[in-house]
C-alpha cells in the first residue's frame, strides 16, 4: 500500500480455483475478472497499555449493486492490529472475481483479544460476528485483466470497549491501571474503500516543542470518525482517503486540542504539516 513509513505484507493464500479457466494471454487473470488484492489495517488504539489486540478475520466478502455476494477470503486469519498503524498493512488474500463495480462489502470476524503490557490479556466478548452491507467508499471498481486492492479499515479505538472492577466503562484517558481492567468488550468498527483510488493525510503533532506520541487524532470520513494516533515522532498517517475537505483534530493526553483543515486530491498525500499545541 501507499504510506512514507513502513509496509507490512503477509500473503496468506492465493486462490487456484480458476486454474482450468480460459486464461488471458497478458494477465494470466481469466477471461472476464479482475484480481483483487484485499488488506487489512488498523486506526489503532490511542494509548500505550495493549501490546496485542489480536482480531480473527473469517470470511470477506464483496457485491455489486445488483449481484449477490461474492467470496473474497474464507479462513481463518488472525491479526494483530496495534502493528498495522499509520499505514501500515497486512495482505489478507490475493483473488479472482468477475469485472465490475463493488459498492458493499460484509465480513465476518473471528475471536478478538488483547494482550496488556503486563503480559495479562482478555479474550473480549463479541456482539456481532458478521457486519452487514458496509458501504465501499469509494466503490472498488474491478476491471477484466487488471489488479485491484480493497482495504479493510478497522478502528481499534472504536471496536473496543474496557470494563473497570463494578462494570464502569474505562475511558483511554482516566484508566485506574491495568490491574483495574475487569473485561474487554468487541463490537467490530470497520471502513472499506478502493484504495486504489484513495489518498493519504499525514502530519506531525508537537507540544511545547516536542514531538507528541499517543496524540489522538480523528477525522470524518463519510459520516464517520476515524482516529488514529501519533509515533514517537509525532508522526501520523490516514490511508484509504477519499478525495475531499477534512477536518483533522488533534487531542493530545492531558486533552488539549488543536485542529486544522486539509484537502485531499485524488491519490495524492495531503500534508497538515507540524501541528503544534
Avoid at 226 to 235: K, N, P, Q
Amino acid at each position: 500500500m501507499k504510506n512514507i513509513f513502513k509496509k507490512i505484507i503477509i500473503l496468506t493464500m492465493l486462490v487456484t480455483a480458476f486454474v482450468s479457466c480460459e486464461k488471458d494471454d497478458d494477465s494470466g487473470i481469466p477471461e472476464g475478472q479482475g484480481e483483487v488484492k484485499t488488506s487489512i489495517t488498523d486506526g489503532p488504539f490511542p494509548f500505550s497499555f495493549v501490546t496485542e489486540a489480536n482480531v480473527g478475520v473469517t470470511k470477506v466478502e464483496v457485491k455489486t449493486a445488483t449481484s449477490d455476494y461474492v467470496v473474497l477470503y474464507e479462513g481463518s486469519a488472525s491479526y494483530n492490529l496495534v502493528d498495522l498503524t499509520n499505514g501500515v498493512t497486512a495482505e489478507v488474500e490475493v483473488s479472482t472475481i468477475e469485472a465490475g463495480t463493488y459498492t458493499h462489502c460484509r465480513v465476518t470476524v473471528g475471536e478478538a483479544s488483547v494482550t496488556y503490557s503486563d503480559g495479562t490479556s482478555h479474550t473480549a466478548s463479541v456482539d456481532a460476528h458478521v457486519i452487514r452491507d458496509i458501504a465501499i467508499v469509494p466503490a472498488l471498481i474491478v476491471e477484466e485483466g487488471e489488479a485491484s486492492e480493497v482495504l479493510l479499515d478497522v478502528d481499534l479505538a472504536s471496536s473496543f470497549s474496557f470494563l473497570g472492577m463494578g462494570g464502569l466503562l474505562l475511558s483511554d484517558w482516566i484508566l485506574g491501571g491495568i490491574s483495574s481492567i475487569h473485561s474487554c468488550g468487541f463490537t467490530p468498527v470497520v471502513r472499506v474503500c478502493d484504495y486504489d483510488r484513495t489518498g493519504e493525510i499525514t502530519g506531525a503533532v508537537t507540544v511545547d516543542g516536542d514531538y507528541q506520541q499517543y496524540a489522538r487524532i480523528a477525522i470524518e470520513v463519510d459520516g464517520e470518525t476515524i482516529h488514529t494516533h501519533s509515533e514517537s515522532d509525532g508522526a501520523f498517517t490516514f490511508v484509504g482517503i477519499a478525495a475531499g475537505d477534512y477536518t483533522v483534530v488533534v487531542t493530545t493526553s492531558d486533552g488539549e486540542t488543536s485542529s486544522v483543515s486539509v484537502t485531499v486530491s485524488g491519490t495524492d498525500t495531503a500534508s497538515c504539516g507540524v501541528i503544534a499545541l
